[in-house]
């Protein structure tokens, strides 16, 4: 049966509280996005984190902390190497793949014997896991498959009927997710690229990254196995371009017969909108700025299909800094639909 969603703001904080305390999952902002939490030590209480958002059951969720000294308890060890990234990035939007505690129930880990943990840094969210002071599982509050939502609303539009509470915290920040960090091999291995850049990992550890963090189609067996599934996808199909003469060959694409009878619009750069006389244009900010882009991009895509777009052209990043995060949820978004121009 359909729950009542209701939406709540800060100084209310302790319905969510409480609601985390009994077992039940309720959305919150983080500085990244929004995430459905469940307390993480509670297998029943995860269920319905993935029966919200029908997530598929291989996939893990990552656990939230507010404090190092819960990391102990929730893992079976771990190297200076690591602490070392602890000390520089927490809080913040890194997840650190360690050997999973026994504590965690498996369906967290998708049945994998690692657990991915991580601090946000972000007040109300720290708040909120510091009163219910339990470990809390946390996925994007998007249902599988979709952008995930950047504001409270974006979780009403997924979730609403499916979960009982959304914490209103306003606007995340980065826009994209956390970098996700397997600290189980040598070297440390990015398998999904997000705020913390490979750049800044690079300065405190040797790191590696994941063929499949710039690889141009879904990998069957893949280290992290969200990446093998449809993601931050709209109704719209997507179509990524890149190389020299983006908005000439967005402009060409779009005079196709293919495309006569639809409403196409354009994700673009503020210098770019001139560009495109006989397209919708959603603005991705100043081409210097990849991090205004980042913090747009999922709501951008969302109102894609809220004005009724059949397709979106979106130009593409220098896959550098957060540029590499941006492109690797925009190959996905578009189904590794990738024009060269
Ligand atoms: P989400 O929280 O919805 O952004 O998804 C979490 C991402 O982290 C997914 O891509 C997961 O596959 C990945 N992840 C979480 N835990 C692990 C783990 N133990 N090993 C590998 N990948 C993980
Ligand atoms: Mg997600």
Sequence with gaps: MAVETRIIHPDQLEQAVSLLRQGECVAFPTETVYGLGADALNAEAVAKIFAAKQRPADNPLIVHIHSREQVAGLVKGYGQSVEILMEQFWP????????????????????????ALRMPDHDLALKLLKKVDLPIAAPSANLSGSPSPTRAEHVYQDLNGRIPLILDGGPTGWGVESTVLDCTCWPFRVLRPGGVTVEQLQQFVPIEVDSSVTGNSAVEQPRSPGMKYKHY???????LVVGNRVPEKINQLASQPQYADLNIGVLAPSEHADLYPNLTVLDLGPRSQPKIAASRLYHLLRTADQIRLDAVFVEGFAEEDVGLA???RLRRAAGYKVVQS
């Design 92 to 115: 913040g939007p890194l997840s650190l793949i360690l050997p999973k505690g026994d504590i965690i129930p498996e369906i967290v880990s998708g049945g994998l014997d690692t657990v």
């Design 326 to 328: 941006i492109m690797n």
């Design 233 to 239: 996808s709209p109704r719209a199909d997507v179509i």
